[in-house]
Nanobody, 120 residues
Framework: QVQLVESGGGLVQPGGSLGLSCVAS????????MAWYRQAPGKERELVAM???????NYADSMKGRFTISRINGGNTVYLQMNSLEREETAVYYC??????????????WGKGTQVTVSS
């Protein structure tokens, strides 16, 4: 089984910065991609940023230039740096991973999420 644990959420003022970490552990044969999603109250879950195993990244349009997703130390840890945060970005942020647990068998895994609150 694969487990994802997010950390780094909390309270930040509008215009401030925050970093989120996600550590994956368990029976991981190889990683296809890791990503961050978020879900605000009353809204659908949406993609924030994604990084594939080749280093390619993809961001939602509103996050481009403000958010950066990176892989830490070559392991199964991703970091999301968020700058210039806005009140509307208050949400639960979820880490997800698509990984092969054995040859030919892959699945999507989700963390439990970490709360980010943007407020003065």
């Amino acid at each position: 089984q694969v487990q994802l644990v997010e950390s780094g959420g909390g309270l930040v003022q509008p215009g401030g910065s925050l970093g989120l970490s996600c550590v994956a552990s368990g029976s991981i044969f190889s990683t296809v991609a890791m990503a961050w999603y978020r879900q605000a109250p009353g809204k659908e879950r949406e993609l924030v940023a994604m990084r594939n195993s080749g280093g390619g990244t993809n961001y939602a349009d509103s996050m481009k230039g403000r958010f950066t997703i990176s892989r830490i130390n070559g392991g199964n840890t991703v970091y999301l740096q968020m700058n210039s945060l806005e009140r509307e970005e208050t949400a639960v942020y979820y880490c997800t991973m698509r990984a092969y647990v054995t040859v030919g068998e892959w699945d999507d895994y989700w963390g439990k999420g970490t709360q980010v609150t943007v407020s003065s």
